[in-house]
């Protein structure tokens, strides 16, 4: 299908020279990874670095090209859920455990960019979220309480110097204009700012330079094979036996780094605990090169219904300003080539017309990628409490990035046997009664 507009600009920011190998005859590994994104990479690196496992990443397309290749690029620390909910459903002390892992995850993510000679690779800019409606703004203080518990970034807050007395009572008030002006934003609709540290960085471009490092570094442990989509899972007491292409590979573990995509049948003694609890949304986004002004990231929440991301960042020699926030269910099997919701695009250029001072639409560039929902509203990262083969690093909930590094690192943790703490990542979580009552979809809190 061709359009008129150009897609996501990741891959092309870092053309690819890699040879692409696919599965052509049946092989083992002790571990196998599901996917070739930034779960799936982050994962194998953990492993390669903690253990002397031979791994082999089985990708159905090519490595990055889903969510990783098509999103906002924006590492920020914190999920999409509210810390309430999350504390609600999974415990307090696991979901405190769970922020301080994602609080640790950009100092990791800096580590492997300094390993595989990348480290100019993550930009940190201020990043800042503004909020019209009085009720998120409250929701978003209670949470940072438990933000600072957790030591995650400061958070530092503005609040209207027209807003209700009792509003956050402590914060410096400062008026609507200069919120305005905060926020990159024309109109003056914004109560309360609260601004934080953003990291900006192109995951394709990690992924695939990730794999890069991973098979000059480890060519006796480390496969990658791609165009290979695994399409069922046999478990048995002593192995995996994996169906790709109509060849097999054995493993003594698999670890499913697939996102929101469906989930390969599994045949097995009882159903894996995923079942049910998984849901794919197509998140939107459009960008343009055209436009100019300083690094930084900005979120808008007017009410429960409309949010909106802007990031803008250098971009081979120029700056790009990439908007997000549309995002609806998907119907079947996701396809980069269909776009499901046509009028995502529409709402926002009309959302970057009322809010960008000199923005001249439409944008040039327009994309869209697949997220994985969970019932908890939380990345699902360790072993299937009913099947021991089987482990998970997926889920991304609207912000992956972090939580991708973070969880890599547990599963590592998990599979060398070091003590890890139990934390709201846990499959086990799932199993919980309440968590069935999120399937019509997360609280949100908080969004890059
Ligand atoms: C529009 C959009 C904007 C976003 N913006 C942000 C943001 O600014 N900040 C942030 O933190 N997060 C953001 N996210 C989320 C973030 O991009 C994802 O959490 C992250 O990229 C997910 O990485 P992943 O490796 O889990 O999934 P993916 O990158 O989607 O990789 C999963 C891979 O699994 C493969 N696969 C699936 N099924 C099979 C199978 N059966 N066999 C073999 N391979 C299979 C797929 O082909 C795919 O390559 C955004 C997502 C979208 C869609």
């Known amino acids: 299908m061709t359009s008129e507009f150009r897609g996501s600009p990741w891959p092309e920011e870092r053309p690819r020279v890699r040879p692409v190998a696919a599965l052509t005859e049946d092989q083992d590994a002790d571990v196998v990874i599901v996917g070739g994104g930034i779960s799936g990479l982050t994962t194998a690196y953990a492993l390669m670095a903690a253990t002397d496992l031979r791994v082999t990443i089985l990708e159905a397309g090519l490595i990055g090209m889903g969510a990783s290749g098509n999103n906002g690029g924006q590492a920020v620390e914190g999920t999409e859920t509210r810390f309430a909910d999350i504390a609600s459903l999974a415990g307090r002390q696991r979901a405190l455990q769970g922020f301080g892992e994602l609080a640790t995850a950009r100092g990791e993510l800096k580590s492997i960019l300094n390993a595989i000679g990348a480290p100019s690779m993550l930009t940190e800019v201020e990043g800042r979220l503004g909020i019209a409606d009085q009720a998120i703004v409250e929701q978003w203080s209670e949470d940072l309480e438990a ?15 027209d807003a209700p ?22 109109d003056q609709r914004y109560l309360a700012s609260f601004g934080l540290r953003v990291g900006l960085i192109n995951t394709y471009d990690l992924v695939e330079t990730m794999a890069a490092h991973l098979l000059s570094s480890y060519p006796e442990r480390m496969t990658i094979l791609e165009r290979s989509p695994v399409d069922r899972i046999r478990l048995s007491e002593e192995e995996a036996t994996l169906g790709v292409n109509g060849r097999i590979v054995l493993a003594d573990s698999v670890v499913l780094c697939t996102n929101g995509y469906a989930v390969p049948r599994v045949e097995a003694c009882s159903p894996p605990v995923i079942e049910g609890h998984l849901r794919g949304v197509v998140g939107y986004m459009v960008g343009t090169e055209r436009g100019s002004g300083p690094e ?29 926030g549309p995002e609806g269910p998907v119907a079947g099997a996701y396809d980069p080539q269909i776009v499901q919701h046509p009028g995502a695009y529409d709402r926002l250029e009309a959302f970057l017309s009322t809010t960008l001072e000199g923005y001249v639409g439409p944008s040039e560039r327009r994309w869209h990628g697949l997220m994985g929902y969970t019932s908890t509203g939380v990345r699902v990262a360790g072993q299937d409490p009913r099947l021991p083969s089987l482990y998970y690093n997926l889920g991304c909930n609207g912000i992956g990035i972090l939580s991708a590094v973070a969880a890599s690192k547990r599963l590592a943790g998990m599979m060398t046997d070091e003590d890890v703490e139990p934390s709201m990542f846990d499959p086990g979580v799932l199993l919980s009664s309440a968590s069935q009552i999120r399937d019509s979809g997360p609280v949100r809190a908080y969004r890059p």
């Open 147 to 161: 933000r600072r518990e957790a030591g995650m970034g400061t958070i530092t807050s503005q609040v209207a110097d």
């Open 296 to 324: 930084g990231a900005r979120a808008y929440f007017s009410d429960e219904d409309s949010y909106y991301y802007i990031a803008r960042r250098r971009y081979r020699g120029g700056t790009l300003t990439a908007a997000g």
């Open 165 to 186: 007395p009792g509003l956050l009572p402590s914060v410096p008030r400062v008026p609507r204009a200069e919120l305005a002006r905060q926020m990159w934003s024309k």
